[in-house]
């Protein structure tokens, strides 16, 4: 099957660090992405992973491991503005299309 | 990045009629484009995806004489709600990838529409 599994919520102070999971059941994708959505708004891409490892932007990171069918994205020095909801997405081979997990939705408090 | 556009942003409507979405992209030009429908707090669904030119290709479930899709130039593509029903209330994004994409890593997304049928 073909189906991305994202945690719903969590709630985080700023200056933390909350890590986002993605679990993927599907073969044949290029890579696993992220994106952020504000309520309301359009998703905006954050980071891409086509390999193994680990993929560093700014505040965030993401990771990617192939064989365990895994991925998370990272976010540290938490701020307010990061409060959205985060999706982890794949693009399949054959038609590029963009397929997105359930989403994860940071909250971060004071 | 690159920009894109949608109107309306926001419609609200009456039961049994018909919306236009357009989406543009506003610096390059877009050989594919894909329509989203995003429920609250849910995730981006995939409706079709939208080829300049050829028919849209709809995914399993979405019925293509209810979702009109129109990607008649390499900038505009439109997605045509027919006879609305509350239902069909939902929030709905277009995307796409350009002509240089290839198996690139970002799609870019509109603002999206949101969608209210009375």
């Known amino acids: 099957g073909q189906s991305l599994e994202q945690p719903s919520e969590v709630t985080a102070v700023e200056g933390a660090i909350v890590q986002i999971n993605c679990t993927y059941q599907t073969s044949g994708f290029y890579g696993l992405s992220w994106y952020q959505q504000h309520d309301g708004g359009a998703p905006t891409f954050l980071s891409y992973?086509?390999?193994?490892g680990l993929e560093e932007t700014g505040r965030f990171s993401s990771f990617l491991s192939r064989s365990d069918s895994y991925g998370y994205l990272l976010l540290q020095e938490l701020q307010m503005k990061d409060s959205a909801s985060y999706f982890c997405?794949?693009?399949?081979?054959?038609?590029?299309?963009?397929?997105f997990g359930k989403g994860n939705q940071v909250v971060v408090i004071p | 990045g690159a920009v894109v556009s949608q109107h309306p942003s926001r419609v609200i409507c009456k039961s049994g009629t018909s919306v236009k979405i357009e989406c543009r992209s506003l610096d390059f030009q877009a050989t594919t484009m894909f329509w989203y429908r995003q429920f609250p707090k849910q995730s981006l669904m995939l409706m079709a995806t939208s080829n300049e030119g050829s028919k849209a290709t709809y995914e399993q479930g979405v019925e293509k004489d209810k979702f009109l899709i129109n990607h008649a130039s390499l900038t505009l593509s439109t997605l045509t709600v027919t006879s609305a029903h509350p239902e069909d209330s939902s929030f709905y994004i277009c995307?796409?990838?350009?002509?240089?994409?290839?198996?690139?890593?970002?799609?870019?997304f509109g603002p999206g529409t949101r969608l209210l049928v009375l």
């Open positions: 995307s796409f990838r350009d002509r240089c994409g290839g198996w690139g890593e970002t799609q870019y």
């Open positions: 997405a794949v693009k399949y081979y054959g038609n590029n299309r963009l397929a």
């Open positions: 992973n086509a390999l193994d």
